[in-house]
């Protein structure tokens, strides 16, 4: 189905066409808040008028904040007759929500990054900002300064969106990439990315993958024109890959990425997950590194397209939270008010194939003894559940453990066949541990 993005109507134009500039009241001046005070300051046909913080006596970057402006309430912000976009930049869940709620209510335009606010209360909230005759725009909250957003609602519009891939967290793609690059395990390369400011002192959304699921919801849903919400998003993180993983991977001429997926099937399913991957090395995706995320779109009209830059960070973030503020400012200042599109407010939830209903091939990394008919033994596993192998290697003997590590590749082949197939292995006598089950991508 295509998705019903190309015309931006014009429903209500209450806001008089002469009014400048559009006054702003932000919510939060963190890193991005602080980021968007400075490119904002290049445009006079804005100007922030009110921003809420949690500490007042916070020392902070920029000098030369107005008296009067900082408060410690945001509804204060938002209750402000003069304000007309509340440019929401706190994170979090129930209180974002909550404020952008009120705004909307009481008739102000938003724009926010927060992706899991959008990837949650999307719908209700694009419904009740259509109700009241506003917008609300929310591109920073995928892939930070990609702009991914209003491409897939307009320049893309006139597509069939085959597929999706994203590597849409930096933290984890940061992790992997030094993994690969310097051969670290996994709590190495995770430490590391924690002193570089590359990953939270709680890392969990990061890299158990709910982060990716929550971008990945969103984009599915703007793609496939349906509400795909993140808890029906598959999803495993990139904790259980060691070393050997990324070894074997190159051997085999592949990259390991956290890939976010959103494939379009018969029926009107949608295929919507986020687990690490096998890229084959000489696709765009292989080659995106360190904390920087890329998003691959195939559409039955344009081929394939890669968006790929910074997914987070300052001004990057910054740069697509003032586009936002700059269009809408734009159809505010031409006497326009609500822009229909722009949001993925369809009614019921779009249907997501279940896991063991999809197709992939396989890497599998197992540990068994090593001893002749040990790999008749794997093979008869996976014949014996419709799983037809590509490639087996066995590579490198322990001999204190008297066991060896084998590699098996699979062809495309169901994902409930495989499950069974490990099982199997798994209740062999030979078979002493399945180390680690990836997905290979294939474009
Ligand atoms: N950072 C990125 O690169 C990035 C990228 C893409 C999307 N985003 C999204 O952008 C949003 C903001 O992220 P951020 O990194 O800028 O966060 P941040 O640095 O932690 O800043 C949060 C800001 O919100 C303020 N705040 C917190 N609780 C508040 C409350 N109860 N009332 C009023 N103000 C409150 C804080 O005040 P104080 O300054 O007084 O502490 C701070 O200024 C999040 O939704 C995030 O997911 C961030």
């Not at 410690?72 to 994170?91: M, Q, R, S, T």
């Not at 993140?230 to 991977?249: F, K, L, R």
């Not at 001893?371 to 066995?394: E, F, K, R, T, Y």
Request: hydrophobic residues 40%; contains cysteine.
């Amino acid at each position: 189905m295509m998705p019903d993005t190309t015309t931006l109507e014009t429903k209500n134009a209450s806001l008089s066409s002469h009014k400048s500039p559009i006054t702003i009241g932000l919510l939060g001046l963190g890193t991005v808040g602080t980021g968007v005070y400075k490119l904002l300051a290049r445009f006079p046909q804005t100007a922030i008028s009110k921003i809420a913080v949690k500490n007042l006596d916070k020392q902070r970057s920029l000098s030369q904040i107005p008296p009067n402006t900082l408060t410690a309430h945001a509804e204060d912000v938002i209750k402000d007759p003069n304000i007309d976009i509340i440019v929401e930049l706190i994170g979090g869940k129930e209180y974002p929500y909550q404020l952008i709620r009120q705004a909307l209510e009481s008739g102000k335009h938003v724009v926010t990054a927060n992706k899991v606010v959008i990837a949650h209360y999307g719908p209700e909230l694009f419904a009740l900002a259509a109700e009241k005759g506003v917008n609300l725009f929310f591109e920073a909250a995928v892939a930070g300064g990609i702009p991914i957003v209003l491409p897939l609602k307009t320049s893309l519009a006139g597509n069939q969106i085959q597929q999706i891939a994203g590597i849409l967290n930096g933290t984890t793609n940061y992790i992997l990439t030094r993994m690969e690059q310097a051969g670290l395990d996994f709590q190495a390369a995770l430490k590391e990315a924690q002193a570089k400011g590359f990953a939270e002192a709680d890392p969990t959304a990061d890299i158990e993958g709910h982060d990716a699921a929550c971008k990945i919801s969103i984009l599915g849903s703007i793609a496939y024109n349906a509400y795909l919400p993140q808890p029906a998003v598959y999803t495993e993180g990139i904790s259980n890959i060691g070393a050997a993983d990324i070894e074997m991977a190159r051997t085999f001429g592949y990259t390991i990425k956290l890939i976010a997926l959103a494939k379009g099937c018969e029926n009107n399913a949608v295929d919507l997950r986020v687990h690490p991957m096998l890229v084959p090395s000489e696709h765009p995706l292989a080659k995106v590194a360190y904390e920087n995320n890329a998003i691959w779109v195939q559409g039955d009209a344009v081929g394939d397209v890669m968006f790929y830059g910074k997914g987070a960070g300052e001004l990057p973030t910054a740069s697509a939270v003032v586009g936002d503020i700059l269009f809408m400012t734009q159809a505010l200042q031409s006497g326009q008010s609500y822009l229909a599109g722009m949001d993925f407010s369809l009614p019921g939830q779009g249907s997501i194939r279940p896991i063991a209903d999809t197709t992939n091939a396989y890497y599998i990394r197992l540990e068994a003894e090593d001893q002749p008919g040990v790999l008749g033994h794997l093979g008869q596993a996976c014949g014996d559940h419709n799983v037809s192998l590509d490639a087996i290697m066995q590579k490198g003997t322990h001999p204190e453990t008297k066991t060896a590590t084998i590699v098996l590749l699979t062809h495309e082949v169901q994902e409930a066949d495989l499950q069974a197939a490990l099982k199997t292995m798994q209740a062999q006598s030979s078979t002493k541990r399945i180390h680690t089950v990836l997905r290979v991508f294939q474009p």
